[in-house]
């Protein structure tokens, strides 16, 4: 694991891209985890200073740009050119943290680029990391709105590339990020957004399942915008009528024209700082 610190005006084509410039000769190894770092003044500017780390680049080779073309194509911006291009496979959230902000052996201060994390700091640093752990152990350590933050920031870098097909001989299925889904039951405490069943308070065992809205195989986005958390009886109903999502009244329409409006969306209404 190692930081990156990064300008606002660069962060965008980064955790778009999965891209990051050095000049430093890169010694990182195949899947590493690099940690985006807003550098401190600008964080200080926009609020962000509790929250300067938010996304993460795992890395995969690197290009050398001798004529400085990858740079100037990327950040035109910033005026410059570096030697070097980070190419990684995939961008990834992080619950909003700062390293200045927790527990750690070491002072990670300072602009050098790139600064390695030590092993036993890594080990304080790696549950902020997405998928590192379950969405149930997020809410219960972070609490649900940072994990609300953290979906916000998951929606802006999902791609279509994302939205893999998994294809077995007469079968096919698309890609979800099961941690997606557990960490919006969580948020909701298995209740159904659509009608606020929890089954917990009669039953004592959480139950709910998710809905996309879109559905994936018609180019619905696995992201949590396009997801619901349903009861099994309104999972079925919206299913069996096809009925429609209005996205701009948080509502179901229904072909006999009932609708119903949701009556949990917090979720929905989250928005990130850089989508």
């Known amino acids: 694991m190692q930081r990156l610190n990064v300008r606002q005006s660069q962060i965008r084509e980064c955790i778009e891209k999965s891209l990051f410039a050095i000049d430093q000769t890169p010694h990182f190894q195949k899947g590493e985890i690099l940690l985006l770092q807003l550098v401190k003044d600008e964080a200080r500017d926009i609020g962000k200073l509790h929250a300067r780390i938010e996304f993460a680049l795992v890395y995969d080779h690197y290009e050398f740009d001798h004529t400085g073309e990858i740079s100037r194509q990327h950040w035109p911006q910033a005026g410059k050119t570096w030697k070097y291009i980070l190419v990684c496979s995939d961008t990834i959230p992080t619950i909003p943290f700062s390293l200045e902000a927790i527990p750690l052996s070491r002072n990670y201060a300072g602009q050098t680029n790139p600064i390695a994390i030590s092993p036993a700091d890594e080990t304080v640093i790696s549950p902020y990391i997405w998928g590192k752990m379950t969405g149930y152990d997020l809410r219960d350590t972070f609490g649900p709105s940072l994990v609300k933050e953290t979906l916000g920031n998951y929606d802006v870098i999902s791609r279509p590339g994302k939205q893999l097909k998994i294809i077995v001989p007469e079968h096919e299925e698309y ?22 069943m929890n089954f917990k308070i009669k039953y004592d065992e959480p139950f709910a399942e998710t809905h996309h809205i879109n559905p994936l195989s018609q180019g619905g986005a696995d992201i949590s915008k396009n997801i619901i958390v349903i009861c099994p009886n309104h999972h079925r109903i919206i299913h069996k009528t096809n009925a429609e999502f209005d996205c701009t009244k948080l509502l179901y329409r229904y072909p006999n024209g009932y609708e119903e409006r949701l009556v949990l969306a917090d979720h929905f209404e989250q928005k990130s700082s850089w989508g």
């Open 175 to 196: 890609y979800r990020d099961q941690n997606l889904s557990e960490s919006l039951k969580a948020i909701y405490d298995h209740r159904c957004q659509v009608c606020g």
